[in-house]
């Protein structure tokens, strides 16, 4: 092939700078993991895999680990059935249609803080919209502060307001490519909307299904700000997954390695899933 | 290696980059020179106070002072709550800040014991300080304080005119004051106060107050946590049935408020009580000065009338160990002689004043809010001297300053505490040890 | 299609006006809050906006230096829209077009710097900004948003390329064209609507970025909006009318732009989602 040379040499520049910019830090951020130290700025010290063991022991590790994953899945399958359902509607006969799926697409842009403070002040129990609409219900407010339970359900919620539009946007370019001559086939066999949907849209998903829910996992389970800006883990810990907890023990606790070494445990469990995803779901049967 | 070597030693020039990065620690007292060099000219200062007044009282100064001295002063400013982090990444890049803004006397101990910090004895020594305010560390000053931040109950005080009310000395007084002015009659508001009790900086700042009055210390002098002894969990306890008594004046959830309901509730006649500090007095006054002539303050009164309190906020400075220090000391020093004063008076009840001698300084006196809110300043000195009055804060607690009172603020124990009390209805003694358990492995690590 | 019949027609219309609600609501309601006045805001609800004031927005803007901030943000934001651009493009191209054992490894690594805190990975990019006597300058900033969006742009870009017929690129050599001259006409405008795609998401992350801009930059006249404006979230005498006209401030850029750009996004996003 020609011009191969030009290819490696523009790689390996662009490779290298890359690693020196991403790995160098992420590199930094492990190796902090088997040390102790109180701040970025103490002299070290080596403790090998100390800092594991005193984490994998802890309580508050478990039960972190536990709501994370209550929350990666809720988010992912709620952001997925939520998705095809707007995919469905946006690719149906609505009237103004390119102004509803801009619309419909808006959340994704907004800055993380901008709708945690929107939802905070909605949410206000004195004066936010959301008080006076749960007010018809008979409820003074949604006690979000107050309820464990509540609270998750709010950060899940929110994790869904946001990010389904992604999900919805690419199921709806995967609907798009669906030929109509299937459906019509169907139809003629006097098959019924929900087997339409089961028989023919699902299978025709599959290969976007896959992909979307892989990248949907990795940034759910890793995803930080909406629940540090809403509820900062709490209340009492009830949505304190590991991302917070290595957040808390960094940068509130003083406690850099043990940090260091949450992030790197929950690394290692996202790597494995990521491993045991492609051996079911390969992605290269469609690939180049 | 000395210190400031070392600290100079991971920040060499560019050319140490091309040779690779592992070259650089050994390479870098070598090329050192040019990169001290190039740093003489400018004293590069943290400011933490972003608020634009006062970002213009610091830019002035370092105006000022290149003027008169030829030095540029570099001010940057940043939220306090970052300003640790961006210190943080100062050093470990290695360029520091040659003076910097701190909010945790943890922090300030944590970088003195790396020897990040140059002492400032000299500075320190010549004034006369109000107490409570410098943090030693084995007898030297790290830290310039510029600001009491003292947390107290503000009230409105045309309202309490209006019923005949006078300022609470217990906490019976307290709710029945509340009691009074809640309702939808004239002079009254449909709340009372609001408390967050949230695991945030609010709570830990706002919340404790009474329960600092009422004689309550998280330690003994070994640093063992004494929150649930014998002598303490009574007073606790009294402090939490009193907060759950204070709910019934308290809008809806208060586990879901923060600043902004303290603030905007209090200025649009929600409550009529609210804790907070100078700022909120500051503000009102410059958006709304009518209603800012009605706030009076107290301070946070014990169940027994015997004591009283305020939580303690303070900031300070500190200088670092850098090929600036020299420079950042006569700054520091010039600083506080010539231009402190206009910084306090970017926000004049806000920023009480550390310094004994500023409350008899005709510069400080001469500002007009100083005398608008003469009964707010008047009541700031008296803390400083009250033996009834104790200046207390989460952070600021134990025998004497540690990172331990800081990591059992980071930890949110107390507000938890309160949390359980409040929200899921535990009994006293239930609420205090799963507190004080908290506390203790936080400062186990 | 078919013709609906009446009633699907009618469900549809109720479902496509719930979704808009569901989806606009929060954006609209953050927009009419910041321009109420005080009472308004912290009285009697109305759905209906006003009365209208622009008291938040004076105080706000009387303590800050938006315009500053917001060139800032939109030189940042810009100059981590072409690095990433140009970067992946190259990254992306060469190695679907090379052929070498632990192609998807290079692809996968870079994906790991999103699982530590940002903070965590700030600190240590910030010394070598200093090393190479770049920090405090936006150009700095620029590369650290970089790290953040590369990964994803190489992913991205990696699918559209991947689906380009490599005989279209041969067909353009063989008549005379250079690698790099049928790269650039051939093979790019196909990926089109891949790099508008990346361009955006780019954009957006650096537009509101907050922790890298704390640590990257100091100086006041260097500060993107996030930064800028969090010294003000910061203070805490702000109450919800100035919070909401912050967050207005600081959304309202993305929205103009959203609103000419929409329809790249969404072919764009979902072209990439699919291929990728």
Known sequence: MRGERT????????????????????YHALELSFQKLDSFVSEPEWVGFANYGTVLRLPEFWAAFGRGIVFALSTITLQVVFGIAFAMLLNAQIPLKPLVRGITVLPYLLPTIIVALTFQWMLDPTNGVMSDAVGLFGMDYIPWGENGAVAMSLVIF?????????????????LQSVPDELYEAARVDGATAWQRFWHITLPQLRPVLTVVVLLRAIWMFNKFDIIWLTTRGGPLEATEHLPVLAYR????????????????????????????????????EKGS | MTKTNYIAGSGPSRRTVLKGVGAAAGAATGLYAPFVHAQTKTIRFLNGEPSRESVRAMQFAAAQYEKEKGITVQMDSVPAGGAFDKVQASIKGGRPYDIATLIFVGDVLLLAEEGKLAPINDIVNKYDWGPKILFPVDGDNYWYPYDYNLCWINY???????????????????LSNLGALKGDGANQLPHGIVHPIGSNGATNYTAFGYMWANGVQLFDDEWNIILDSPEMAPLVGEYLDFMASLSQYMPPAPAQAGWPNLVGDFQTDKISHTPGTGRLIDTMNVRMP??????????????????????HGYDGWVVLDTAMTDEAMKFLEWFSDEHLINFLHTSPVHYQPT?????????????PDIDTFKHIIDMQERVLSDENVVIRSIDTEGPYADARAGKVFRSYALPEMLQNKMLKNLSNEECIKAAAEKMRSAIAG | MNQLSTGSRIALNVLALLAVAYSFFPVYWMIISSFRDDASLYGNTSLVPGPFSLDNYEILLGLTDYPTWFMNSLLVAGGTVAITLVVSVLISYSVTRLKFRGKSLIIGTMLYAYMFPPMMLAIPLYSLFVRAGIDDTRLSLMISHCTLTLPLGVWLLWGF????????????????CSRIKAFVLVVLPLALPGLTTVAIFSFLLSWTDYTFALVMIGSDYLKTLPAGLSTMIGLYELRWGELMAGSTLIALPLLIMFMFLSRYFISGLAAGAVKG
């Open chain 2, 156 to 174: 409105r005080k045309d309202l309490y005119d209006a019923q005949g009310l006078s300022e609470p000395t217990n906490w019976d007084g307290l």
């Open chain 1, 249 to 284: 023990k960094t940068f509130e606790m003083y406690q850099l390695g043990e940090g260091a070494a949450v992030s790197a445990i929950s690394f290692l469990i996202l790597s494995v899933f990521i491993f045991v995803y492609f051996y079911f779901f390969p992605l290269d």
């Open chain 1, 158 to 174: 929110l994790s869904v307001w946001i990010w389904t539009p992604f999900v919805t946007l690419a199921f709806l370019a995967g």
């Open chain 2, 290 to 311: 009518e209603r800012a002539s009605n706030v009076s303050s107290f301070l946070y009164p014990s169940m027994r009338g015997d004591m009283f309190a305020v939580n």
């Open chain 1, 7 to 26: 290819l490696y040499s523009i790689l390996g520049v662009a490779v290298l700078l890359t690693g020196l910019l991403i790995l160098y830090p992420a």
């Open chain 3, 161 to 176: 390329f991947k689906q380009i017929p490599e005989d279209i690129e041969e067909a353009a050599m063989v008549d005379g």
């Open chain 2, 355 to 367: 310094r004994l001698d500023i409350y008899e300084d005709a510069r400080w006196l001469a500002h």
